[in-house]
């Protein structure tokens, strides 16, 4: 799906460039997406959010680093 209009990049694309290791719109900017009008902004902030976004944990009992304290009991009995 296009993403940026005004430079024809795609989520896909986007998606590279952040897993290169882009983690900001100016950085994104910086590799030619989103430079211009703007109006992909939102979008380009959601894909970056959801590249940082850890996954909670399915398991309840479990303790990880990736468990949601509001489901964690193990969290919930300290
Ligand atoms: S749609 Fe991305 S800069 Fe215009």
Known sequence: MIVCICRGVSDRRIRQEIAR????IDEL???GIGDQCGSCHPVLQLL???ATATVPCANAACACANS??????AAQTL
Not at 21 to 24: E, F, L, R, T, V
Not at 68 to 73: G, I, L
């Open 29 to 31: 900017r910086r590799c």
């Open 68 to 73: 949601d304290p509001r489901t964690d009991t």
């Open 21 to 24: 290791g882009a983690s900001s």
């Open 48 to 50: 970056l959010a959801e």
